[in-house]
């Protein structure tokens, strides 16, 4: 179930287009993207099984308000403003389109209501979530997957190429924000709650054993991730003739099925994208409904999971690129908070003034944030420039060693250690 909810629309169009352009330079470009898009995630649901739940808990020590803003903009992200619309936009794109005679607005429409209301009905019913997905939609995606992937190395099209633009030299970098954009490290925040709750209804109330089960769900969910990443990334980089003047990487992905498979690929391909997308919406508008209603309580869980569906399908009709430009802002800005919160999940420990350190680590990363969305947003360019001093600021990669920092010094300094007791 944990496999199904992260392979969604991102992870499927976005490695086999940076594989094409990173091409002789795959191996670190690759690497860069399973940091983010795997080691990220993973490290992320073990994050909540330690800590025992999500943003709310990470952020305990700060004003409630800091984490409810943050939680709320990571679930609105991943949820109806993105992520979730996502989903829809891609099954259809690629499960759908190929097989028409003309795509228009209406068909589109009509497809998307018909995909948000299916996941509307499977998310209605979380304590049957593991049943309906874990047991029946992964075993037919992953025998999908597994004929995808092998096909993939058993039969390369095209030789590999020269590396493209910024994956000349800034290989790793640019895998490394590439893998932002699925959007899986903040999913990993949303989902491992989800889980958790899950575990709950299935009668396992014991802390202990809870993040036991999720531990081991990080890992498969994980292995499968890098196995799906590792093929389409292969696929892209042997792919530079057939894919030549793609501007995405669902375009590449059918281009190679109608070239191997024909018209049956066509269909395989359909319900590998279909399946994926479904499965990652459900837990998507499953996840953010919890969130919702845990924090405007006024409105049960069934009534959210209404109005998330009816808003995934209202964005999912502004089109797949337009969503694509105005996100990738967004995410900038919100990423490195998100990812300093998962790293101080593992430090907090033996930090003695967690409040004091949690705070000038949110500060300093949200900064960081509006810089870089600032900056690809192309908005206050003197302003922006003015922080070039700062370690890998040019690759929008900043937070990493301020990060660091701050928690290196976070360690050291010991004056408080009755904090370090009660935070515990």
């Not at 209501?113 to 075993?139: E, R, S, W, Y």
């Not at 109608?258 to 459900?282: D, E, I, K």
């Not at 998962?342 to 680590?361: E, P």
Request: aromatic content about 10%.
């Amino acid at each position: 179930m944990t496999f199904a909810f992260f392979l969604g629309a991102g992870n499927i169009i976005f490695p086999p287009l940076a594989g094409m352009m990173a091409g002789e330079n795959l191996v670190p470009a690759m690497f860069g993207f399973l940091v983010t898009a795997v080691g990220l995630p993973l490290v992320g649901l073990i994050a909540v099984a330690k800590i025992g739940g999500g943003i709310p808990t990470m952020t305990k020590l700060l004003p409630a308000w800091v984490g409810t803003a943050i939680a709320l903009a990571i679930f609105i992200i991943i949820g109806p403003a993105f992520a979730a619309p996502r989903t829809g936009l891609v099954a259809y794109e690629i499960g759908v389109v190929p097989f028409l005679s003309a795509a228009t607005d209406t068909t589109q429409l009509l497809f998307t209501v018909a995909f948000f209301a299916l996941a509307l009905v499977l998310a209605l019913n979380p304590g049957k979530l593991m049943d309906i997905i874990g047991k029946v939609l992964t075993p037919a995606l992953i025998v999908l997957l597994l004929i995808l992937s092998a096909s993939v190395v058993l039969n390369p099209q095209d030789p590999i190429a020269a590396a493209t633009g910024p994956w000349v030299d800034n290989a790793f970098s640019n895998g490394f924000l590439e893998g932002y954009m699925t959007m899986d490290a903040l999913g990993a925040l949303m989902f491992g709650t989800l889980i958790v709750d899950v575990l709950r209804r299935k009668g396992i109330d014991d802390r202990k054993a809870q993040a036991r089960y999720l531990s081991i769900a990080a890992v498969i969910a994980a292995t499968g991730l890098t196995i799906v990443y590792v093929s389409l990334f292969y696929l892209g980089a042997t792919s530079s003739v057939l894919g030549a003047g793609a501007d995405n990487g669902g375009a590449i992905l059918t281009a190679y099925v109608v070239q191997v498979f024909g018209q049956p690929g066509l269909v395989m391909l359909a319900g590998v994208v279909s399946l994926a997308c479904l499965t990652t919406a459900v837990g998507l508008i499953s996840a953010c409904s919890e969130f919702f209603c845990e924090v405007m309580p006024k409105l049960s869980y069934r009534a959210w999971v209404v109005i998330t569906a009816v808003l995934c399908t209202i964005v999912a009709n502004v089109g797949l690129s337009q969503l694509i430009a105005i996100s990738i802002p967004v995410l900038f800005l919100i990423y490195p908070m998100a990812m300093a919160l998962i790293v101080y999940a593992f430090a907090r420990g033996v930090i003695s003034q967690q409040k004091t350190v949690l705070t000038v680590l949110i500060a300093v990363t949200g900064a960081v944030g509006v810089l870089s969305a600032l900056n690809v947003a192309g908005f206050a360019k003197p302003v922006v420039e003015l922080f070039n001093f700062l370690p890998l600021y040019d690759q929008h990669l900043a937070w990493v060693p301020l990060t660091i920092v701050i928690l290196i010094v976070g360690m050291l300094y010991k004056r408080d250690q009755p904090q370090l007791a009660a935070a515990k």
